[in-house]
Protein backbone atom coordinates (compact mmCIF):
# COMPACT_ATOMS: atom_id res chain seq x y z
CA UNK A 1 0.00 0.00 0.00
CA UNK A 2 0.82 3.55 -0.74
CA UNK A 3 1.33 5.90 2.37
CA UNK A 4 0.93 9.21 0.46
CA UNK A 5 0.81 10.97 3.46
CA UNK A 6 3.78 10.14 5.10
CA UNK A 7 7.17 11.60 4.22
CA UNK A 8 9.66 9.19 2.73
CA UNK A 9 12.22 7.98 5.74
CA UNK A 10 15.63 9.44 5.16
CA UNK A 11 18.92 7.73 4.15
CA UNK A 12 21.26 6.93 6.67
CA UNK A 13 24.05 7.20 3.99
CA UNK A 14 24.46 10.56 2.38
CA UNK A 15 24.17 10.48 -1.30
CA UNK A 16 26.57 11.79 -3.50
CA UNK A 17 24.22 14.27 -4.82
CA UNK A 18 23.04 15.56 -1.40
CA UNK A 19 26.53 15.26 -0.13
CA UNK A 20 27.61 17.98 -3.53
CA UNK A 21 25.20 19.79 -2.17
CA UNK A 22 26.46 20.37 1.26
CA UNK A 23 29.65 20.86 0.47
CA UNK A 24 28.88 23.67 -1.89
CA UNK A 25 26.97 24.94 1.47
CA UNK A 26 29.95 24.33 3.82
CA UNK A 27 32.21 25.64 1.47
CA UNK A 28 30.46 29.21 1.33
CA UNK A 29 30.23 29.30 4.70
CA UNK A 30 33.69 29.16 5.26
CA UNK A 31 34.33 32.03 2.71
CA UNK A 32 33.31 34.27 5.60
CA UNK A 33 31.41 36.49 3.17
CA UNK A 34 27.78 36.57 3.78
CA UNK A 35 25.64 38.97 1.76
CA UNK A 36 22.90 40.93 3.30
CA UNK A 37 19.44 41.51 2.75
CA UNK A 38 17.54 44.31 1.50
CA UNK A 39 16.85 44.87 5.80
CA UNK A 40 20.68 44.94 5.87
CA UNK A 41 20.36 41.24 7.94
CA UNK A 42 21.98 38.27 6.52
CA UNK A 43 20.08 36.28 3.76
CA UNK A 44 18.68 33.36 4.60
CA UNK A 45 19.51 30.02 3.40
CA UNK A 46 17.88 28.14 1.84
CA UNK A 47 17.90 24.15 2.45
CA UNK A 48 16.88 21.78 0.04
CA UNK A 49 14.20 19.58 1.00
CA UNK A 50 14.83 15.33 0.52
CA UNK A 51 11.02 14.92 1.35
CA UNK A 52 10.27 12.44 -1.93
CA UNK A 53 6.75 13.69 -3.64
CA UNK A 54 3.84 11.70 -2.56
CA UNK A 55 1.45 9.85 -4.19
CA UNK A 56 -2.15 10.13 -4.74
CA UNK A 57 -3.68 7.17 -3.07
CA UNK A 58 -6.04 4.88 -4.49
CA UNK A 59 -10.41 5.38 -4.20
CA UNK A 60 -12.18 2.52 -2.75
CA UNK A 61 -13.72 0.39 -4.77
CA UNK A 62 -17.92 0.20 -4.10
CA UNK A 63 -18.97 -3.64 -3.62
CA UNK A 64 -22.72 -4.36 -3.61
CA UNK A 65 -24.52 -6.18 -0.85
CA UNK A 66 -25.74 -9.05 -1.71
CA UNK A 67 -29.15 -8.24 1.21
CA UNK A 68 -29.87 -4.99 -1.89
CA UNK A 69 -32.77 -6.30 -4.10
CA UNK A 70 -32.84 -5.34 -7.95
CA UNK A 71 -35.68 -5.05 -9.94
CA UNK A 72 -36.38 -4.66 -13.57
CA UNK A 73 -38.25 -1.71 -15.18
CA UNK A 74 -42.08 -2.15 -15.85
CA UNK A 75 -43.01 -4.22 -18.64
CA UNK A 76 -46.24 -2.08 -19.28
CA UNK A 77 -47.93 1.05 -17.70
CA UNK A 78 -49.73 -0.83 -14.27
CA UNK A 79 -53.50 -0.37 -15.25
CA UNK A 80 -56.10 -1.08 -12.19
CA UNK A 81 -56.48 -4.79 -12.18
CA UNK A 82 -54.01 -5.40 -15.00
CA UNK A 83 -50.79 -8.14 -14.38
CA UNK A 84 -48.59 -6.95 -11.67
CA UNK A 85 -45.53 -4.57 -13.09
CA UNK A 86 -42.09 -4.82 -11.08
CA UNK A 87 -42.56 -0.96 -9.73
CA UNK A 88 -46.42 -2.29 -7.93
CA UNK A 89 -44.45 -4.81 -5.47
CA UNK A 90 -42.08 -5.93 -3.33
CA UNK A 91 -40.74 -8.83 -2.51
CA UNK A 92 -39.18 -10.87 0.97
CA UNK A 93 -37.88 -14.03 1.20
CA UNK A 94 -38.52 -16.07 4.41
CA UNK A 95 -35.98 -18.50 6.20
CA UNK A 96 -34.31 -20.97 3.41
CA UNK A 97 -35.66 -24.39 4.98
CA UNK A 98 -32.87 -26.72 4.12
CA UNK A 99 -33.48 -30.35 4.69
CA UNK A 100 -31.52 -33.12 3.01
CA UNK A 101 -30.47 -31.85 -0.29
CA UNK A 102 -33.36 -29.96 -0.70
CA UNK A 103 -33.51 -26.15 -0.36
CA UNK A 104 -37.14 -24.48 0.50
CA UNK A 105 -37.76 -20.63 0.33
CA UNK A 106 -41.07 -18.63 0.71
CA UNK A 107 -41.26 -15.28 -1.02
CA UNK A 108 -43.77 -13.04 -0.26
CA UNK A 109 -44.92 -10.39 -2.62
CA UNK A 110 -46.75 -7.65 -1.46
CA UNK A 111 -48.57 -4.70 -3.94
CA UNK A 112 -47.22 -1.47 -2.58
CA UNK A 113 -49.04 0.49 -5.23
CA UNK A 114 -52.46 2.22 -4.91
CA UNK A 115 -53.65 -0.05 -7.63
CA UNK A 116 -54.74 -3.36 -7.57
CA UNK A 117 -53.07 -5.91 -10.02
CA UNK A 118 -53.24 -9.55 -10.43
CA UNK A 119 -50.81 -12.59 -10.48
CA UNK A 120 -51.46 -15.07 -12.47
CA UNK A 121 -50.44 -19.24 -12.90
CA UNK A 122 -47.15 -19.98 -11.93
CA UNK A 123 -44.08 -17.30 -10.83
CA UNK A 124 -41.08 -17.79 -12.91
CA UNK A 125 -37.25 -16.84 -11.56
CA UNK A 126 -34.04 -15.76 -12.35
CA UNK A 127 -30.75 -15.47 -10.42
CA UNK A 128 -27.69 -13.73 -10.93
CA UNK A 129 -24.35 -15.29 -9.76
CA UNK A 130 -22.12 -13.06 -7.07
CA UNK A 131 -19.92 -11.96 -9.83
CA UNK A 132 -22.75 -10.85 -11.71
CA UNK A 133 -23.61 -13.01 -14.29
CA UNK A 134 -26.93 -14.23 -15.61
CA UNK A 135 -27.64 -17.80 -14.52
CA UNK A 136 -30.16 -19.74 -17.21
CA UNK A 137 -31.92 -21.70 -14.59
CA UNK A 138 -34.42 -24.52 -15.58
CA UNK A 139 -38.25 -23.93 -13.89
CA UNK A 140 -40.46 -26.59 -13.08
CA UNK A 141 -44.15 -25.98 -11.97
CA UNK A 142 -45.09 -27.36 -8.43
CA UNK A 143 -43.64 -27.76 -5.53
CA UNK A 144 -41.80 -31.31 -3.63
CA UNK A 145 -43.66 -30.90 -0.51
CA UNK A 146 -47.37 -30.08 -1.78
CA UNK A 147 -48.82 -31.42 -4.98
CA UNK A 148 -51.83 -28.89 -4.62
CA UNK A 149 -49.27 -25.75 -5.59
CA UNK A 150 -49.01 -27.31 -8.70
CA UNK A 151 -52.92 -26.05 -9.78
CA UNK A 152 -52.16 -23.16 -11.62
CA UNK A 153 -54.19 -20.25 -10.40
CA UNK A 154 -54.73 -16.20 -10.46
CA UNK A 155 -54.21 -14.23 -7.44
CA UNK A 156 -55.91 -10.37 -7.35
CA UNK A 157 -53.69 -8.15 -5.04
CA UNK A 158 -55.59 -5.10 -3.69
CA UNK A 159 -53.40 -2.24 -2.28
CA UNK A 160 -51.01 -4.11 0.74
CA UNK A 161 -52.28 -7.25 -0.20
CA UNK A 162 -49.97 -10.26 -0.76
CA UNK A 163 -49.18 -13.17 -1.97
CA UNK A 164 -46.63 -16.32 -1.47
CA UNK A 165 -44.66 -18.02 -3.66
CA UNK A 166 -42.70 -21.07 -2.84
CA UNK A 167 -38.93 -21.45 -4.39
CA UNK A 168 -37.05 -25.03 -4.15
CA UNK A 169 -33.60 -26.42 -5.29
CA UNK A 170 -31.76 -28.96 -4.63
CA UNK A 171 -28.58 -27.72 -2.77
CA UNK A 172 -26.08 -30.74 -3.31
CA UNK A 173 -25.85 -30.65 -7.03
CA UNK A 174 -23.54 -27.90 -6.96
CA UNK A 175 -20.31 -30.11 -6.73
CA UNK A 176 -18.02 -29.32 -3.18
CA UNK A 177 -16.23 -26.40 -1.95
CA UNK A 178 -13.89 -24.98 -4.58
CA UNK A 179 -12.92 -22.05 -2.90
CA UNK A 180 -13.26 -18.50 -4.26
CA UNK A 181 -14.08 -19.93 -7.64
CA UNK A 182 -17.01 -22.11 -6.31
CA UNK A 183 -18.57 -18.90 -4.48
CA UNK A 184 -18.87 -16.97 -7.95
CA UNK A 185 -20.66 -19.40 -9.85
CA UNK A 186 -23.66 -19.59 -6.97
CA UNK A 187 -26.73 -16.95 -6.38
CA UNK A 188 -25.92 -13.50 -5.13
CA UNK A 189 -29.39 -11.92 -6.29
CA UNK A 190 -32.66 -13.65 -7.35
CA UNK A 191 -36.26 -12.84 -8.42
CA UNK A 192 -39.56 -13.57 -9.25
CA UNK A 193 -41.09 -12.94 -12.31
CA UNK A 194 -45.21 -12.04 -12.24
CA UNK A 195 -45.67 -12.99 -15.43
CA UNK A 196 -44.04 -16.68 -14.89
CA UNK A 197 -42.08 -16.33 -17.60
CA UNK A 198 -37.95 -16.56 -17.88
CA UNK A 199 -37.57 -13.15 -19.79
CA UNK A 200 -40.24 -11.22 -18.13
CA UNK A 201 -39.22 -8.30 -16.23
CA UNK A 202 -38.52 -9.39 -12.33
CA UNK A 203 -39.32 -8.43 -8.77
CA UNK A 204 -35.79 -8.54 -6.70
CA UNK A 205 -36.16 -10.63 -3.85
CA UNK A 206 -35.08 -9.16 -0.30
CA UNK A 207 -32.60 -12.11 1.65
CA UNK A 208 -31.43 -11.91 4.83
CA UNK A 209 -27.24 -12.24 4.49
CA UNK A 210 -26.09 -14.84 6.21
CA UNK A 211 -28.30 -17.60 3.65
CA UNK A 212 -26.52 -15.78 1.31
CA UNK A 213 -25.14 -17.08 -1.43
CA UNK A 214 -27.15 -19.75 -2.75
CA UNK A 215 -26.81 -23.08 -3.97
CA UNK A 216 -28.36 -22.29 -7.33
CA UNK A 217 -25.79 -22.05 -10.22
CA UNK A 218 -26.19 -21.98 -13.88
CA UNK A 219 -28.70 -24.43 -15.74
CA UNK A 220 -29.99 -25.70 -12.09
CA UNK A 221 -33.31 -26.74 -12.08
CA UNK A 222 -35.73 -24.59 -9.67
CA UNK A 223 -39.26 -25.25 -8.82
CA UNK A 224 -41.95 -22.64 -8.10
CA UNK A 225 -45.09 -23.14 -6.86
CA UNK A 226 -48.61 -21.09 -8.02
CA UNK A 227 -49.41 -18.57 -6.59
CA UNK A 228 -50.84 -18.53 -2.75
CA UNK A 229 -52.76 -16.53 -0.15
CA UNK A 230 -50.39 -16.21 2.76
CA UNK A 231 -51.12 -19.17 5.10
CA UNK A 232 -51.68 -18.04 8.41
CA UNK A 233 -50.44 -21.07 10.09
CA UNK A 234 -47.44 -20.79 8.74
CA UNK A 235 -45.03 -18.87 11.29
CA UNK A 236 -43.41 -15.46 10.14
CA UNK A 237 -39.72 -15.54 8.53
Known sequence: MIDGGRAAAAPRG?????AALLALALAGCGAGDQTDGADGGPTPEVVA???EPTEPTEEPTSVPTFSEPISDPDGAT?????????????????????ATGYRQVDVTVTNTSDLACT????????ATGVDGTD??????DGSWNDPADGTARTVELAPSAAAVVLV????????TWDG???????????????????????????????ALPLDIVDGQEVVT???????PARPPA
Open 180 to 210: QQYRDELTGWLQVVPDGTSDGPGVGVAIDSP
Open 135 to 140: LDLVRT
Open 225 to 231: SAWLRPD
Open 14 to 18: RTPAL
Open 49 to 51: SAT
Open 168 to 175: GWRGDQVG
Open 119 to 126: LDGFAGVD
Open 78 to 98: PTAGAPCQPSQLSAVAGVVDA
